[in-house]
T-cell receptor, first 117, second 110 residues
Framework: SAVISQKPSRDICQRGTSLTIQCQVD?????MFWYRQQPGQSLTLIAT?????????ESGFVIDKFPISRPNLTFSTLTVSNLSPEDSSIYLC??????????????FGPGTRLLVL | KNQVEQNPQSLIILEGKNCTLQ??????????LRWYKQDTGRGPVSLTI???SENTKSNGRYTATLDADTKQSSLHITASQLSDSASYIC?????????WGAGTKLIIKP
């Protein structure tokens, strides 16, 4: 199973600024995923980040607002730009990896809790 | 439309008791069904993953069942502990897409 760390774990930002979240995995993975979880809600996929190519964004999410970098197979960043209070959420990094019984499932980082004032 | 519905939305039980959480789905094509546990302030952690041909899978005190004909799954927790307090999320994989349920918030009271 993959072990994932995220930085920062939490932040408070002013509206109009940007926050960049880092995600580090302890093994090389092809696909990394960025999710948003708004208060009391389940997870919503923002984009899928493959190394060496542009990220693929889900409906309702655009690159100008959520630029993503994927410089290598163990690292990715998500930037949330031009922050507004509606961006206050938990942002989670995830990877697909094999389980002990040879199936694929997703492993998640601990999340970054963002509050925008 | 691909959908995953979970019930109940929330549940409170006493420590030591058993409980069962339900998940109904309308997802096509079906690849697998996963149950995740999410503690408050943490990322989800995979409990079980089942393919079409699997009816039941256990992970310690957690047992998941899958009825592919009725498109229903359940997660049974035996002898609940305070640490079981969390949200439990059912996720169905439709090819390359994951369809997330809203989760059941479980509270275990001493």
């Amino acid at each position: 199973s993959a072990v994932i760390s995220q930085k920062p774990s939490r932040d408070i930002c002013q509206r109009g600024t940007s926050l960049t979240i880092q995600c580090q995995v302890d093994s090389q993975v092809t696909m990394m995923f960025w999710y948003r979880q708004q208060p009391g809600q389940s997870l919503t996929l923002i984009a899928t980040a493959n190394q060496g190519s542009e990220a693929t964004y889900e409906s309702g999410f655009v690159i100008d607002k959520f630029p993503i970098s994927r410089p290598n197979l163990t690292f990715s960043t998500l930037t949330v730009s031009n922050l507004s209070p509606e961006d206050s959420s938990i942002y989670l990094c995830s990877v697909e990896d094999a389980t002990g019984d040879y199936q694929e499932t997703q492993y998640f980082g601990p999340g970054t809790r963002l509050l925008v004032l | 439309k691909n959908q995953v519905e979970q019930n109940p939305q929330s549940l409170i039980i006493l420590e030591g008791k058993n409980c069962t959480l339900q998940c109904n789905y309308t997802v096509s094509p079906f690849s697998n069904l996963r149950w995740y546990k999410q503690d408050t302030g943490r990322g989800p952690v995979s409990l079980t993953i089942m393919t079409f041909s699997e009816n039941t899978k256990s992970n310690g005190r957690y047992t998941a069942t899958l009825d592919a004909d009725t498109k229903q799954s359940s997660l049974h927790i035996t002898a609940s502990q305070l640490s079981d307090s969390a949200s439990y999320i059912c996720v169905v994989s439709a090819g390359y897409q994951l369809i997330w349920g809203a989760g059941t918030k479980l509270i275990i009271k001493p």
